[in-house]
């Protein structure tokens, strides 16, 4: 079955515009999502800066208390002059009253006069930790370290009378699931905590409340993974990472934010649908657009087409009406002339046919009256010779009958009879 001219314009039309539609959907798509997963990450790199701002503010909060407090204990050991029973009661009381998890006491050879997490230790010799010589040196130092309890982040500060060091007063604060959902108030992300230990991370505090064991299995696809998606309890999150490092520059642990992704892919989808409708909208837009650029174009072309078939017929009077003044304007101007011409060439032609018509039969006319004259001449002459055999026939006897005649004088006069002829006539006859 043939297509007509139109549909085929309307086709070609539609293919363009859903060609375009959908290299502008697919590219639009692309671009949007590409810019919502920046957002995304961006969102959540605020939460990771967040963590490092919190990290920080409790690692200066820490080291500040324990600054502080070893000042308040040079004054409680060399000015009251307490004793250590003493010196026990009054870091008993402070633990009561402050927010920290570790408050110890050290002597200036690095042997604990109290402290621990539960103020139990009493007598433990500390010298070989590098951050009670750093503070027996008179410095103040600070480090996150590993512990069986968890990640501590400790602060240590010398107890100075002075420019003399008399011990050291060592502070420390775990971060655990309260430090998390501190965090995951303020920016309504989870945080999961883990402990470094060689190629693997173990994991110590979560604010998900999720089979930790689940969360170590889903962890473990990502390790090392600046940003990493992945599914937990058949959740989609965005995950980014902030590392924490020890005075040797370490990781020892890393504490993972986790952004659900399920109103990023909602967006997305919605987003996807919502381009996917509007080009629907535009493919029938373009069908109807293309139907009435087709019929523009067609309509012309149908006339051209039967004003051809008009011709093609013999009826040179046919002219096309076209109300256009782009090219099938000048196309249907250009047909009217050509069926001008046609009908003026026509028309001569006609008249040269008849004006040949008339000249082949007068030609005809000559040639049979040529021929009615040849054959006239041709009984002429017959008729001539036939009149000169005649006469030649008719001389002949003329001359015999003379001499016939004049045979009979000659006789007639041998016997002595006048002539019955006259020898006048006969010798003018001679």
Do not use: C
Not at 293 to 313: D, E, H, M, S
Not at 337 to 347: F, G, Q
């Amino acid at each position: 079955m043939r297509t007509n001219i139109r549909a085929k314009l309307i086709m070609l039309i539609i293919s363009i515009v859903v060609g375009v539609m959908l290299f502008s959907i697919y590219f639009i798509s692309k671009m949007v999502e590409t810019r919502m997963t920046k957002m995304f990450r961006e969102n959540l790199d605020n939460t990771l800066d967040s963590v490092e701002k919190e990290y920080g503010r409790i690692e200066k909060e820490t080291l500040a208390s324990a600054k502080s407090f070893a000042e308040m204990m040079a004054i409680v050991r060399n000015v009251m002059l307490k004793e250590i029973p003493q010196i026990q009661q009054e870091v008993i009381n402070l633990k009561a009253v402050v927010d920290l998890d570790l408050l110890e006491v050290g002597d200036e050879q690095g042997l604990v006069m109290v402290g621990g997490s539960d103020l139990d230790e009493y007598g433990k010799d500390k010298s070989g930790d590098h951050l009670i010589q750093a503070a027996l040196a008179g410095k103040a130092v600070i480090e996150a370290q590993l512990t069986p309890a968890g990640l501590l982040i400790k602060a240590v500060a010398p107890i100075k009378l002075q420019e003399k060091v008399l011990g050291t007063f060592t502070t420390g604060r775990y971060l655990d699931e309260s430090f998390l959902e501190k965090i995951k108030k303020m920016t309504g992300v989870e945080l999961f905590l883990f402990k470094k230990e060689r190629a693997k991370e173990g994991l110590i505090a979560a604010t998900l409340a999720i089979d930790k064991a689940k969360l170590q299995n889903a962890f473990n696809k990502i390790l090392n993974q600046k940003y990493a998606y992945v599914t937990i309890d058949s959740r989609p999150y965005m995950v980014g990472i902030v590392s924490v490092v020890n005075v040797k520059k370490e990781v020892i642990a890393t504490i993972r934010g986790a952004r659900p992704r399920q109103q990023l892919i909602i967006t997305i989808v919605e987003m996807r649908r919502f381009l996917i409708l509007i080009g629907l909208v535009g493919i029938i837009v373009a069908w109807v657009i293309g139907y009435i650029f087709a019929k523009r174009i067609t309509i012309p072309l149908q006339l051209l087409v039967q004003g051809t078939n008009k011709l093609a017929t013999g009826d040179l009077s046919y002219r096309v009406e076209v109300k256009a003044t782009d090219e099938l304007g000048v196309l249907a101007d250009s047909f009217n002339k050509m069926a001008d011409d046609l009908r003026r060439i026509t028309v001569s032609h006609d008249e040269l046919a008849k004006e040949v018509s008339e000249r082949k039969k007068a030609e005809q006319e000559r040639e049979k009256l040529i021929k009615e004259l040849k054959e006239g001449q041709e009984l002429l002459k017959s008729q001539k010779q036939e009149l000169e055999d005649i006469n030649k026939i008719m001389v002949g006897r003329e001359l015999k009958m003379i001499e016939l005649k004049k045979e009979i004088n000659r006789l007639s006069r041998e016997l002595g009879r006048p002539a019955p002829y006259d020898d006048t006539s006969l010798g003018k006859a001679d």
